[in-house]
């Protein structure tokens, strides 16, 4: 089983940044495949970010997000610079030994409960 807590959310303005953390324990996931996702009111959850050996990212965060893994810490973060409105959401992480495609939450096994990031205009 792993174990998954996020944290680093809060309440930000228009153009800040945010870096969330994703501690992973009970298993070591440095071979993982890991995924961020958000989810906001009346929304379906949706792929933000994903690592394996490289990053992958949803179009609407390319450039101004950030995918890493400190597989010493067992540990993955996700620093959101220049955010919007519409980034406001709840975000999660998620591991899993495989995957099938990065963009579906079905593929993914283990799930952390979730931090809350408002941005404010």
């Known amino acids: 089983q792993v174990h998954l807590v996020e944290s680093g959310g809060g309440q930000v303005q228009t153009g800040g940044s945010l870096r969330l953390s994703c501690a992973a324990s009970?298993?070591?996931?440095?071979?993982?495949?890991i995924g961020w996702f958000r989810q906001a009111p009346g929304k379906e959850r949706e792929f933000v970010a994903g690592?394996?050996?490289?990053?992958y990212y949803a179009g609407s965060v390319k450039g101004r997000f950030s995918i890493s893994r400190d597989n010493a810490k067992n540990t993955v973060y996700l620093q959101m610079n220049s955010l919007k409105p519409e980034d406001t959401a709840v975000y999660y992480c998620?591991?899993?030994?495989?995957?099938?495609?990065?963009?579906?939450?079905?593929?993914?096994?283990?799930w952390g409960q979730g931090t809350q990031v408002t941005v404010s205009s």
């Open positions: 009970g298993r070591t996931v440095d071979n993982y495949y």
């Open positions: 690592i394996h050996f490289d990053p």
């Open positions: 998620a591991v899993n030994p495989t995957i099938g495609r990065w963009d579906t939450p079905s593929e993914y096994g283990y």
